[in-house]
């Protein structure tokens, strides 16, 4: 599948080629030709690094525009878990729920809600005899991209289960229509309220067949100045609410593993630190584990690039505010079965980014190139030739998307020992 839709884009005419995003994306999804960033499609997860680190904000997220919701009868709000961290003293999340139905939401959806769900079903999941075990969290849309592209043989691992913004969303749609039954499946919009642009890109790739029940995601960043203003104004607030400590500790590394109430868990965050882990559990070589939650943004989904707030210090106040709230307002019986709804049935399948050709001989053939000409690189890595590594650098050769002279280091050598050989040529004549 390579028509896959990105949220992450490139403003060329802002882009100096600079080079720093190319050092700092985790696919080696980026190139620098004619002076500016080139971005391979085919490699990137919209992982939002490049977004984070670009000097001359160059890189940026394609997300939706509030106003992208005019055209629904009834319009829902799902805030991710994330949201609730975002703000100053903040003690009651009912406060920014009111302040969603201010600016215009007809109803509000928590996502945190639908994850003490998942939470609960991700509990009975781990007690069926057939599963793959670790079991793998499907809840980051970055992390899944990247198993499919880098880790293929470790796609049974994850749990095929719809990440809680989907179940939220199916929720959401179900109780508008069970209130408002003149309302059809097309009058209703549903708008996630995100913290970074793969949601985008799940809700407009879907996964698998899967097809997203969200219609708009829009960027924290986005609503947050319009939300605290609608909350300075909100005396009288409605309980709305309905999540506890688990639901809202989803926003944070860590927080949905613990919810499973069992210590054979790994949680870690950081796209290198996920890369590390996904390459131990792929050469088999961690502990017996039942469960492994991977977020690809520092600290979690508080660390996404379309939040307003420090990651650390967002994940403090979900803290504060945790306090006050219940375990959980969210329960499922022990015998209860999991909806098939919420399951999805298939993982796509990429071009694997490590494949070098469809032949295997013809791989073979291209890899020992790529051995031959790294060893003539420099090795250090410089980045000039527009490549993030010599190694990168020579499979481009290889392929044929680079030439060998825009190395400048080889170059420069080469020529000096051409005009060696020359000089050394006239003293002999
Ligand atoms: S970081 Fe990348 S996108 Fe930004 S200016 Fe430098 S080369 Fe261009
Ligand atoms: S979004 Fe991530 S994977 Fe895509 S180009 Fe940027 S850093 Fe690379």
Redesign the pocket.
Known sequence: MNNYEHSVF?DVK?????????RHCPTQA?R?KDG??VINEKRCIDCGE?IK????K??KPVCNKLKDLDSFKWKIALPAPTLYGQFENMDDVDYILNGLLKIGFDDVFEVSTAAELASAYTRQYLKRPDVVKPVISSACPVVLRLICLRYPSLKDNIIPMLPPMEIAAMMARERAKKNHPELTDSDIGVCFISPCPAKASYVKNGFGSYKSQVDVVIPISDIYFQLINAMEHSDDIETLSKSGMIGIGWASSGGEATALFNDAYLAADGIENVNRVLDQIENDNIPPLEYIELNACTGGCVGGVLTMQNPFIAKAKLQTLRRYLPVSQNFVKNDEIIPEKYFFEEIPTYYPISRLSESMSESMRMMAEIQKLRDKLPGIDCGACGAPTCRAFAEDVVKGTAKLSDCTINYRSELLEYLKTKDEDCDSN
């Not at 802002?14 to 190319?22: A, D, E, N, R």
């Not at 680190?53 to 001359?56: D, G, H, V």
Request: proline content about 5%; glycine content about 4%; overall charge positive.
């Open positions: 490139l802002k882009c100096i080629g600079c080079t720093t995003c190319l980026i620098i500016h960033a490049c680190i670009c000097p001359k160059a890189k």
